[in-house]
Every structure is written in C-alpha cells, then in structure tokens.
C-alpha cells in the first residue's frame, strides 16, 4: 500500500469517526424526544429470541439427506484418485 493510500483511507477513517458522532447525538436527542432515555440506557442487544425445535421426522430427512450429500462426495473423491 502506498503512503498516498494509507493518507486517504486516515482521512476517510476520520471522516467517518465524525460523522458517527454527529449521528450518536441526533440519536440521543430523539431518544430524550421520546422517553427521556439516555443513549446508554438503550438496548446494546437483541433479546435472546426462543429456539425453534425441529421435530424427529425432520431431524431424520435432514439426517438422510446429509448422507446422501456425504456418500455422493466420496464416491467423487474415489474416482479422482
């Protein structure tokens, strides 16, 4: 990477940075608009959503399914050697 390269991504990086600022604080204002919350008390995370199960038949056309793929694969691994 050239020096000329490494200038412009710096300045770019720092342009960014601002302009991250700049929109951390209009966020912060409209979340004092709408509940008085300050930005740090804002959610960082989703909450943990709930997994979804997979039933036993499911589980066993997978399952097939993936031997399938398996035993495809070496049947071509065979005939390459």
């Known amino acids: 990477m050239s020096t000329h390269d490494h200038a412009l991504l710096e ?4 342009g960014y940075q601002h302009q991250a600022a700049q ?8 979340r004092r608009q709408l509940g008085g919350k ?5 959610p ?9 199960t997979m039933s036993a ?3 066993k056309r997978i ?3 993936q031997k399938l793929r398996w035993a495809e694969y070496h049947r071509k691994q065979e005939g390459k050697s």
């Open 11 to 14: 300045a770019a990086l720092i």
């Open 23 to 30: 929109l951390a604080e209009k966020i912060a204002d409209i």
């Open 38 to 42: 300050s930005a740090s008390a804002a």
């Open 44 to 52: 960082t995370a989703a909450s943990p959503k709930k997994r979804r």
């Open 57 to 59: 038949a499911a589980r």
């Open 63 to 65: 399952a097939a399914a």
